[in-house]
């Protein structure tokens, strides 16, 4: 469970969702750590939440860069004294052609996101996971994406690096679990339904449309439209959560009342 003073790790810090979770964890009492490249706004973050109380630090860090992510886990560690929570959110999203991108652009597609969505999770892991395991406790949550429940949400002609670099995610979050669970690390995955955030309204205007929760029903089928404090709020949720609750699960939000509900425990209608 959270206890104020630790050290949380929070990737792609600077904006959206994860922006969204450091001030969530930092109005708990957490030491936040933001990773992200874009400095500016990472910056500007780590301020504004050292205006909620003091230890919050930013840290440029590409976390697809093996050597940079080393290098910042390490520091980290040492001047806090420990990793308690990694939350792994940093992540791009982008659309691609088989028949109609060129191969070159294609493969740029596929590296960027394969890199920043699926290395990162696995580079930031287990950089975390030996200090975790050597204080036995520990969490780990990934913010992997609600394409992973294709009982609801079916393929796309043209997610196709960004679907895939998630699916790796989400394999990564179940065997991660089943290894760090006895040292006492806990290890859970978020799947966000559409979320109110930079990057998801860049890509509706390239389409020319507002984002809502009727454009967004009329893309998915289902008109839902998720605050990105809201998720934050159900991430604090899940590191709440005590021993009876379980661990490699994947999480589905996609109305408020998802998040909500997280505070009173795991609901498996969320994780099929």
């Known amino acids: 469970m959270i206890k104020k003073g630790q050290t949380a790790i929070v990737t792609g810090a600077a904006e959206g969702i994860g922006a969204a979770i450091a001030f969530a964890l930092a109005r708990?009492?957490?030491q936040v750590m933001c990773l992200d490249i874009n400095d500016t706004e990472n910056s500007a973050v780590a301020e504004k939440?050292?205006?909620i109380s003091p230890g919050h630090r930013a840290y440029s860090c590409d976390v697809s860069?093996?050597?940079?992510?080393?290098?910042?886990?390490d520091k980290i560690a040492k001047e806090t004294g420990g990793i308690d929570i990694l939350v792994n959110n940093a992540a791009v999203f982008s659309t691609m052609s088989f028949v109609e991108d060129?191969?070159?652009?294609?493969?740029?597609d596929w590296e960027r996101n394969i890199n920043t969505n699926a290395r990162s999770t696995f580079l930031c892991a287990k950089k975390a996971a030996p200090y975790m395991a050597r204080q036995k406790s520990g969490h780990i949550i990934n913010i992997v994406t609600n394409h992973v429940k294709r009982y609801l949400y079916p393929p796309s002609s043209n997610e196709h690096s960004y679907d895939a670099s998630k699916y790796a995610q989400l394999a990564l979050n179940e065997s991660l679990d089943c290894e760090l669970k006895p040292y006492g690390i806990r290890v859970n995955a978020v799947c966000p339904a559409a979320t109110r955030t930079p990057m998801l309204?860049?890509?509706?205007?390239d389409y020319g449309l507002e984002l809502s929760a009727?454009?967004?029903?009329?893309?998915?089928?289902?008109p839902s439209l998720l605050e990105a404090e809201e998720v934050g709020e159900a991430v604090c949720h899940i590191l709440n959560w005590d021993e009876t609750q379980p661990t490699g699960q994947a999480i589905l939000l996609v109305y408020s009342d998802d998040c909500e509900m997280l505070r009173h425990g795991c609901d498996s209608r969320l994780t099929k």
């Open 65 to 73: 860069d093996p050597v940079q992510v080393s290098e910042v886990f």
């Open 28 to 30: 708990r009492g957490l």
């Open 214 to 222: 009727e454009t967004v029903g009329q893309c998915t089928g289902i």
């Open 102 to 108: 060129t191969y070159e652009s294609a493969l740029a």
């Open 49 to 51: 939440l050292r205006e």
């Open 201 to 205: 309204e860049r890509f509706f205007e």
